[in-house]
């Protein structure tokens, strides 16, 4: 971090890109296409003396930003990506809101917080394939989801399967069943494309309580675990590490998880440690011995849940499959 001298804030939307870079405030509104990419390169080497000097600060901001971080990665500009809630957190009270001031925010965000920026780094193009498929399938089955608990609904109220009402929506699920498994086919085939991913997936596969959901969100959400060094950083973003809740003498709170996290890998990690409760004799020897005691169930299974996070690093980090422990004989 040291060589750098100016920061980027970008603000993505939809249509357009703000730029502003920090601390001159020169700020340019481009389009969010090719062209206005080609424009910001131009302006910037208007204001700065070398690309490789700056680093473009951005928003997570889901497939709006897709275009333009395959642009950076091409020019070799780079960029870091961080959440909106840091941002608003560290810039104090504010008042009023607009794309530039937004795009200047995040620019001084980045300049204040340079030692905690992270560069990104480019996928593999078997990484980034199996991450749009995952997403797609995660689309389709919550849209599936939804019509079977509009169909189960329309059957309570006595509607038969032939009515066109409900023949409808049991149509478009069956078509949803059929897309979703051929889903399925093709992120297996992208995971045998590539051998690092391959790996991966046999060793996640390999613990108890994780299938082939679990172990792809995994791989997608952490980057093929380059994202996060270690599984309490991962527990942390998904939304299942405890932390202290005390202050001074008045407060003397339980530990508790924070809301805000990663909600769709938290329930996939909560139904990879109960079907681990149901298939690890170790696992249920644990979980059945501290609930006898007394201890409350959602957080004995909030600790199942670390446990297995943790033997997904593990096993990553060896590179040897799990082992299943047997429990001796009293």
């Not at 939307?13 to 131009?42: A, R, W, Y």
Request: hydrophobic share 40%.
């Amino acid at each position: 971090m040291e060589k750098v001298l100016q920061f980027v804030g970008a603000d993505l939307s939809k249509k357009t890109i703000d730029l502003v870079i920090h601390p001159t405030k020169n700020h340019l509104c481009i389009e969010n296409t090719t062209d206005g990419f080609k424009q910001m390169i131009k302006w910037l080497r208007k204001s700065v003396t070398v690309l490789s000097d700056i680093i473009l600060v951005m928003e997570h901001t889901g497939l709006y930003s897709y275009c333009f971080e395959k642009f950076l990665f091409e020019k070799g500009i780079p960029f870091s990506k961080v959440t909106a809630a840091d941002i608003k957190f560290s810039s104090g009270v504010t008042r009023g809101k607009s794309d530039k001031v937004d795009a200047a925010r995040i620019a001084k965000y980045g300049a204040e917080k340079s030692d905690r920026l992270k560069i990104q780094t480019q996928m593999s193009q078997a990484l980034e394939a199996l991450k749009m498929l995952n997403t797609s399938r995660d689309h389709l089955v919550r849209t599936r989801a939804g019509l079977k608990t509009s169909a189960e609904e329309f059957r309570n109220m006595g509607m038969s399967d032939r009515e066109p009402a409900l023949r409808a929506q049991l149509k478009v699920i069956k078509s949803l069943d059929k897309e979703i498994k051929l889903l399925d086919c093709q992120i297996q085939l992208t995971i045998n494309e590539e051998n690092e991913l391959k790996k991966t997936y046999c060793l996640l596969t390999s613990i108890p309580g994780v299938g082939a959901v679990v172990a792809t969100n995994v791989i997608v959400k952490s980057e093929n675990f380059k994202r996060f060094s270690n599984s309490r950083k991962f527990a942390c973003y998904s939304g299942i590490a405890p932390f202290e809740h005390t202050s001074g003498t008045s407060i003397r709170g339980r530990t508790r998880v924070n809301h805000m996290a990663d909600k769709s890998m938290k329930t996939l990690l909560d139904l990879a440690a109960k079907t681990a409760i149901r298939c690890d004799p170790e696992i249920r020897t644990f979980y059945e011995k501290r609930t006898a005691l007394g201890k409350p169930k959602m957080s004995t299974l909030n600790i199942v849940r670390n446990k297995v996070a943790g033997r997904m690093f593990a096993v990553v980090k060896r590179q040897t499959p799990y082992v299943i422990r047997l429990i001796e004989a009293a």
